[in-house]
């Protein structure tokens, strides 16, 4: 009898952690208490411990959960962060009703749950080995979030594990979203790391209420910028956006890595993994790569390029709004517009390619929903004098700006597409010279530039048997009376190629169109026509009646002051060729 026991304390001596390791538990009871004397909950696959700990130089004592298989103790969550214990008095307790208790000197409320619940059965507090320290009725186990009466993960710190969550339930406005330590003693915080959902989904980090870094909207493949959102050898990046949830979360490649994503107290967004061999924490990932990181630093309207000396630059078509400043590279007044808005005026859209794009974003939602097309976004944008710029992306559609454009740098590689919009004489030229034979035309009489550009653009009239040449007024009078139809393309001769150049033809159609308005001063002036057939991006205004145009009214009172039926009017406007 006695060899046996004499073997079982040489085992014991052998493996000092085997008792601890027996002995230690992941569950506190209503009955129980979690004394600061040592005492912890360790969870059962022993990744994690919860109970009191204090800071590194600091006397001040909190409750939290830390990985346990790290040598250098790491918190990742702590319960009074806003309300330290000053000595070694606390007691950590679970009520009956399934609310989770602090106090020190075993009477002094520090730090309470507020999970009372009337769902509570039998609640115990329980440490996952996700890190997650859960409230949950007796038998329930680990059934799903859903089944928990309160957790730790509803509630992050400055640290996100896998199983975490940072973002938006839509359902139920809970969010997410993480605080950093104040410094390396007080965890109380100072940066927030939050997803804003509106517009299109975002990340940005404030001090206090001031941002000071965003990652740029998600646009279903990566957020704002670089490469797509895919998985590398440490993490693989989880992002879900549905009507229900709109989140960012991680999971490991495998078991054994231990890795974190953090905002420090220096407001740094790190992500790391420990290295076991070294002892040490490694930055594998830190988001903000350079100086045009910084929030803003170009001003409204301004774009940073890294590559570029200096950093700041305005954007074709704009300008520094405080030349002298800008040149001494104060750049916070950013860029303004060379040529003001105009809706009245001809405009178009200009594309920068590789950009971040900027904050503030808005979703455009027609009434079958969220709408996809380009085409659907620059008309809709067109119908707002406010709007200043569109985008479409991958998972919302289309998304527009209004008023200033913030926070904008520039990519070698990667980047988003950006159409921002402005004046028609702000837009530049790629083609003149494929136009020129055609502005010559120009030079002759508005009505025979349409009959040009009609004949330019191989548009005929709808007859299959033969050809045949068009009287001026006939011609127009056809055209208008398509435009109005919404049938325009009707005009394009068979025998055209395939595939037909749509585009192409509506724009030749409505420039001859502008040019045969009955009214002299609606008409574009010739380098304005020069400007509207140069760029296919230029926005054109909707045409109005020609001169050149016969309307038949029959048997229809007039409302006329001389109460005279006008019959048959065929009035014909000649526009002089002035130069301007």
């Known amino acids: ?261 953090v905002v420090n107290q220096t407001g740094l967004l790190e992500h790391l993994t420990w290295n076991q061999m070294s002892g040490e924490w490694i930055d594998i990932i830190t988001l903000q790569g350079d100086i045009c990181d910084t929030y803003d630093m170009c001003g409204p309207n301004g774009i940073c390029n890294i590559n570029a000396n200096p950093y700041c630059h305005c954007p074709e078509g704009f300008v520094p709004k405080y030349t002298e400043n800008w040149n001494r590279l104060d750049w916070s007044g950013g860029c303004v517009r060379k040529t003001e808005m105009n809706c009245s005026a001809p405009e178009g859209f200009r594309d920068f390619s590789g950009v971040k794009l900027p904050d503030d974003s808005h979703l455009l939602v027609s009434g079958a929903g969220t709408m996809n097309r380009a085409v659907d976004c620059q008309a809709e944008c067109l119908k707002n004098c406010s709007c200043w710029a569109y985008a479409k992306t991958d998972v919302s559609g289309c998304v527009v700006w209004f008023g200033n454009l913030v926070d904008m740098r520039e990519y070698s590689l990667a980047g988003q597409d950006l159409y921002i919009r402005m004046d028609a004489s702000d837009l530049g030229s790629s083609k003149k010279n494929k136009r020129t034979a055609v502005i010559a035309s120009v030079t002759v009489i508005a009505g025979v530039f349409v009959l040009g550009l009609i004949c330019w653009c191989v548009i005929r009239r709808r007859t299959v048997q033969r050809r045949e040449a068009w009287r001026l007024g006939t011609s127009s009078q056809e055209a208008w009376k398509l435009w109005n139809e919404g049938n325009p393309m009707d005009l394009a001769d068979a025998f055209m190629g395939s595939p037909i150049p749509t585009t192409e033809v509506l724009r030749c159609i409505q420039v001859a169109l502008l040019c045969v308005q009955q009214r002299p001063e609606d008409r574009p002036t010739v380098s304005t026509v020069l400007l509207m057939l140069d760029s296919g991006n230029q926005v054109l205004p909707p045409p109005k009646q020609p001169g050149f145009y016969s309307e038949r009214f029959m048997n229809e009172t007039d409302s006329s002051s001389t109460g005279k039926n006008p019959g048959t009017s065929n009035e014909v406007t000649v526009t002089a060729l002035l130069g301007r």
């Open 1 to 261: 009898m006695i060899l046996p026991l004499i073997s079982f304390c040489i085992l014991a001596s052998s493996f000092p952690f085997f008792t601890t390791f027996a002995a230690a538990v992941d569950i506190l009871s209503p009955n129980q208490t979690l004394s600061d004397d040592g005492e912890t909950l360790v969870s059962a696959g022993g990744a994690f411990k919860f109970g009191f700990f204090s800071p590194w130089n600091s006397n001040n004592r909190f409750v939290g959960i830390w990985f346990s298989k790290v040598s250098i103790q790491t918190p990742i969550w702590v319960a009074n962060k806003n309300n330290p214990l000053s000595d070694s008095s606390g007691v950590l307790t679970i009520t009956s009703t399934g609310n989770i208790l602090i106090a020190g000197n075993r009477t002094n409320p520090v730090w309470s749950s507020n999970s009372s619940s009337t769902a509570a059965n039998n609640p115990v507090l329980q440490l996952l080995d996700s890190g997650n320290l859960v409230v949950t009725n007796i038998g329930v186990g680990n059934g799903g979030s859903e089944n928990y009466l309160w957790q730790s993960f509803d509630y992050p710190c400055d640290t996100l594990v896998p199983g975490m969550k940072l973002g938006w339930n839509l359902k139920t406005n809970q969010e997410w979203y993480l605080t950093s330590w104040r410094n390396l003693q007080d965890p109380s915080g100072d940066y927030t790391y939050r997803l804003d959902p509106s517009g299109l989904p975002q990340l940005v980090l404030r001090q206090g209420s001031t941002i000071v870094y965003r990652s740029g909207p998600w646009d279903g493949v990566r957020f704002g910028y670089g490469p797509p959102l895919n998985q590398n050898t440490v993490f693989n990046p989880i992002f879900v956006y549905n009507s229900t949830f709109v989140y960012f979360a991680f999971e490991e490649v495998n078991d054994s890595i231990i890795s974190r994503f």
